[in-house]
């Protein structure tokens, strides 16, 4: 979609637009949202950052999700004069002066830093939220000598965009996530985030994310997704922890997944970018423990990913079990 093409559905009689979520954990699907939510959605966000009239906002991201259409929609409520480039991995290699305001992916940002002239325009950007996949902790600590205000949003398409953000630059930098104003979380019996924001959604909405709620009942960080973990032998392992601990030891990229097993009813699997198996073995049985120990390591092509980025986990599934 093109930025032409959304405008005029923006400006079009219907109180609707279509939107697709990202697809990380199956295929993308479609979802009406109210235009007026947006626009609620877009100011909070004006609000909370302290962006002004004017100021300049870099569109780098794809207009067929949610993440791309509401950086137009804070452009058109507050006047905001917007900067609009292809999406690619190194946005801010298009442009010559840096923006007031940019939203990013992980993969966008990191990019971004393998660069002297990009790495100082990031360095120049103001106010930076960073979404649609996990930061890091290299990339966070990077991230926290960044002279502006960076942030990790936490939202998806069903919420139009974060309710929350994490402070990853300064001082302030945390592991929780602060919501905004009018927003309130709480867990289910299953410890999956539960999120109240009546302002973007209509109704309460039950996450798929296994979350710890802070001892202010206000704040609070995310473990994984329920639909992420496996159960092995009767042990439950989360997949993000586990690729958490790896992480700063495997220099290949890599997804754990799971395969259905008679024995266990799920065995861990690991898939990598690579054809040296046998380091990454010996890398599992050193930071890993016994229960979380793959069964199988699988080389391929290219680990897969969503059209936003991230892993595609149903994806990865498959590859395991018919591998």
Not at 57 to 83: H, N, S, T
Not at 226 to 244: H, P, R, T, W, Y
Request: proline share 6%; hydrophobic share 40%.
């Amino acid at each position: 979609m093109t930025l032409e093409e959304f405008i005029n559905q923006w400006q079009s009689t219907s109180p609707t637009l279509l939107v697709h979520t990202s697809g990380s954990t199956g295929k993308p699907k479609p979802m009406l949202v109210e235009k007026r939510r947006m626009e609620a959605s877009a100011r909070i966000t004006c609000q909370f950052l302290g962006l002004k009239r004017g100021d300049t906002a870099l569109l780098c991201m794809p207009l067929d999700y949610i993440a791309g259409k509401m950086m137009v929609v804070r452009a058109i409520v507050w006047g905001l004069r917007l900067i609009d480039i292809p999406p690619c991995g190194h946005p801010l290699a298009q442009i010559d002066t840096p923006p007031v305001f940019a939203a990013m992916v992980p993969m966008q940002v990191f990019n971004s830093m393998q660069d002297d002239g990009e790495r100082q325009k990031l360095w120049q950007i103001r106010h930076l939220i960073i979404g649609g996949g996990a930061i890091s902790d290299d990339m966070a600590a990077q991230l926290r000598l960044h002279p502006g205000a960076v942030w990790s949003t936490y939202g998806m398409t069903e919420t139009l965009s974060h309710i929350a953000l994490r402070r990853l630059s300064g001082a302030q930098a945390s592991q929780w996530y602060e919501p905004f104003d009018g927003v309130s979380v709480t867990t289910n019996a299953e410890g999956c985030l539960v999120i109240d924001a009546p302002a973007v959604c209509a109704q309460p909405l039950t996450t798929n994310d296994i979350a710890e709620i802070a001892s202010d009942g206000r704040r609070f960080r995310i473990r994984g997704r329920k639909d992420n973990v496996i159960c092995s032998g009767g042990i439950k392992l989360q997949i993000e922890e586990m690729e958490a601990k790896l992480r700063p030891y495997v220099n290949v990229p890599f997804l754990i997944t799971k395969r259905a097993d008679p024995k266990f009813g799920e065995t861990v699997v690991m898939i990598a970018q690579t054809d040296n198996l046998d380091a990454l073995e010996t890398i599992c049985k050193e930071r890993l423990n016994k229960y979380e120990q793959p069964h199988d390591f699988i080389a391929v092509d290219s680990i897969p990913t969503t059209e936003t980025g991230k892993p595609a986990r149903a994806k990865a599934m498959e590859i395991a079990q018919t591998r």
